[in-house]
């Protein structure tokens, strides 16, 4: 219990310092309202800061420089809310963190600017990082776009395979918590070996974050995950859920959909046909595929990523 709550308040800590970075980014709202307060508003938001307390606690391991970490730690964070912002529009999603999303607030124009503003954010956050560092990041940032473009092309498209849904989640949402684990080591004293080792870890952590997002997206809580839910059917997006459930029964599912159905309708049909449960084990599997790959690091230094991994599996928001 005492090494939970260790591990508790020490990413409590790591997220405390992650606020205070993004409280002194220099903003300039007397420069252009248009352009800052929707940014302020983002950064206010109540994210969960899991991508830097990922590069914090790697970066720890290999002894990288605090304020090494907290730059690369901020640039995460911006290039992961600029995402948020354009995907929202993308998505038509009209709550965030709790809060209604840019494009809802403001509007459409305004959220792209805003979101355009957090990535060049994020890239003045990396000056003076170690080139590998910033080539690592905008690799990564690259891939994330082309995740989200094959997101946008498979919409609609139901011959999707599990296979090519891992591939795009592998994008858009794996390979980012991989640059994460990864960009610790990278600032810190890690080997290629044990940098690429550390890109892996996340990358399976991460395919386990979004299959729980598109978990979450049918059975979460609107309250706790302070987002509308079932966007993602709404928008007739291919997620691990209606990939599951058509290669479980096509037949059914196909006259399922037929139907207009609700949210409730969709978890009655996903709980009593197992789909649930086969959603649940594929989550466990990632998350146990990304922890055997920690077998570099020893036990003593590995025990916050690992409680780190748990807490990718068992979040509820």
């Known amino acids: 219990m005492s090494d939970i709550r260790s591990f508790q308040d020490h990413i409590s800590f790591i997220r405390s310092q992650t606020e205070k970075g993004l409280s002194k980014i220099p903003l300039r709202p007397n420069l252009t309202n248009y352009f800052y307060e929707p940014i302020k508003y983002v950064l206010k938001g109540k994210g969960k800061r899991l991508r830097p307390i990922l590069v914090h606690l790697t970066g720890q391991i290999y002894n990288a420089h605090p304020d090494e970490l907290m730059k690369a730690g901020i640039a995460v964070e911006l290039l992961h809310n600029f995402s948020l912002v354009h995907d929202d529009i993308m998505d038509n999603d009209s709550k965030r963190h709790g809060q209604p999303s840019v494009h809802n607030k403001w509007d459409t124009s305004t959220a792209i600017l ?23 990041f905008n690799e990564v940032a690259l891939e994330v776009c082309e995740g989200q473009g094959i997101d946008k092309e498979y919409e609609n498209n139901t011959s999707i395979t599990m296979n090519e849904y891992i591939q795009m989640i592998g994008k858009k949402t794996a390979s980012f918590l991989g640059l994460c684990a990864e960009l610790g080591g990278l600032l810190g004293s890690a080997s290629q070996k044990e940098s690429n080792n550390l890109f892996q870890f996340g990358y399976n952590l991460g395919l386990a974050f979004q299959i729980k997002d598109d978990y979450l997206e049918i059975f979460g809580d609107e309250k706790i995950m302070g987002k509308s839910l079932g966007s993602d059917l709404d928008e007739q997006k291919q997620t691990v859920m209606t990939i599951t459930a058509r290669k479980k029964d096509f037949d059914n599912w196909s006259k399922f959909i037929q139907k207009k159905n609700n949210l409730s309708q969709y978890k009655d049909y996903f709980e009593t046909s197992g789909i649930k449960k086969e959603v649940e084990n594929l989550i466990e599997s990632h998350v146990s ?19 780190y991994a748990k807490l990718i599996l068992n979040r509820d928001y």
Do not use: C, M, T, W
Request: hydrophobic share 45%; proline share 2%.
């Open 289 to 307: 595929k990304a922890l055997s790959g920690l077998d570099l690091i020893s036990k003593n230094r590995s025990n916050h990523l690992s409680e």
């Open 114 to 136: 805003a979101g355009d503003g957090l990535f060049a954010l994020a890239q003045l956050a990396l000056v003076g990082l170690k080139p590998v560092a910033y080539q690592r």
